[in-house]
């Protein structure tokens, strides 16, 4: 009779799944998060290298072939000064990406470090900081670009400045909460108890459990950028010419958008596949956060 095995053998031992398994599996589950990052790894391959998409510059003017249609010697057509626009469309991905994740980053750490001080050690300084917020807040995202950088002047430090102080309350409101949520909880209470200060358990503690919801927004509020940031140049108050950017394309190209509308329709494409793609990426982040 042929022994029992111990149910504690190697044999029946639960093999632990790796990350990237478990990575591969939820791609499999979630087409739409899979899309977002192909699109995603695309893009961040044409703002490191667009000399691999197109050998055109987007810079060179040529008036014998302004305004002509898309052909093969200009896949997205040119402009009215004739320069390429699936150049410019390639060039200006580096330039738009780059003033978004500069500008949100920008909120996330000024919004994020502030809020979870406010919620952390509440009191005077909670309320005084909320009020501001709720002043910042009180004005639509648009509206509020288009004063700042009216008043400042149609410059891309100035479109970086803007887009940062629209964003900085939403992450300070998320960072807040999240703070607010771990203040009251045992451990810190255990790390009081054993003699830290407020600012070392803020720091060894808070800060990193606040810092994941603080990741997730910043996904989740990378589309909206975009789409504030590309209105803003359409509307002449962010990148200026020659800089190739998404939305100063946009605006060069509503003067002529029927005699030659493939000039805002290429950019407006990149934009819309762009926010789309961070869409579903950031969603699929805030669900897997919600679950924990």
Avoid at 70 to 84: K, M, V, Y
Avoid at 135 to 160: E, H, M, Q, Y
Avoid at 271 to 285: D, N
Wanted: hydrophobic share 50%; proline share 7%.
């Amino acid at each position: 009779m042929s022994p029992i095995s111990s149910p504690l053998t190697p044999a029946m031992a639960p093999r632990k799944t790796s990350g990237l398994v478990k990575f591969a599996r939820r791609l499999k589950r979630e087409p739409g998060l899979l899309c977002g990052l192909a699109v995603m790894a695309l893009l961040l391959v044409v703002v490191v290298a667009p000399g691999l998409f197109t050998a055109q510059s987007p810079y060179t003017i040529n008036i014998d072939d302004a305004l002509q249609p898309p052909s093969d010697a200009h896949l997205f057509g040119t402009d009215d000064t004739g320069r390429d626009v699936f150049a410019r469309v390639i060039y200006g991905a580096r330039v738009t990406l780059l003033i978004c994740a500069g500008s949100l980053l920008i909120a996330a750490l000024i919004g994020g470090l502030v809020g979870a001080l406010s919620g952390f050690f509440g009191g005077w300084v909670d309320q005084i900081l909320g009020r501001i917020v709720d002043v910042v807040l009180s004005f639509p995202p648009i509206i509020l670009g288009v004063i700042i950088t009216g008043v400042l002047g149609p410059a891309t430090s100035n479109l970086i400045l803007a887009l940062s102080i629209i964003h900085i309350p939403m992450f300070f409101r998320i960072a807040r909460s999240g703070a607010l949520g771990e203040a009251g909880k045992t451990y810190v209470e255990a790390a009081r108890c054993v003699g830290l200060n407020e600012i070392t358990v803020l720091y060894r503690h808070v800060l990193r459990n606040v810092l994941p919801l603080v990741l997730v927004q910043y996904m989740v509020l990378f589309p909206l950028v975009l789409q504030i940031q590309a209105a803003l140049g359409f509307l002449g108050l962010g990148v200026q010419p020659p800089t190739p950017d998404w939305g100063a394309i946009l605006q060069q190209g509503k003067d002529t958008i029927l005699l030659a509308p493939w000039i805002s329709l290429f950019p407006g494409i990149a934009v819309l596949i762009t926010a789309f793609a961070l869409m579903l990426t950031g969603r699929a982040l805030q669900r897997s956060s919600d679950r924990r």
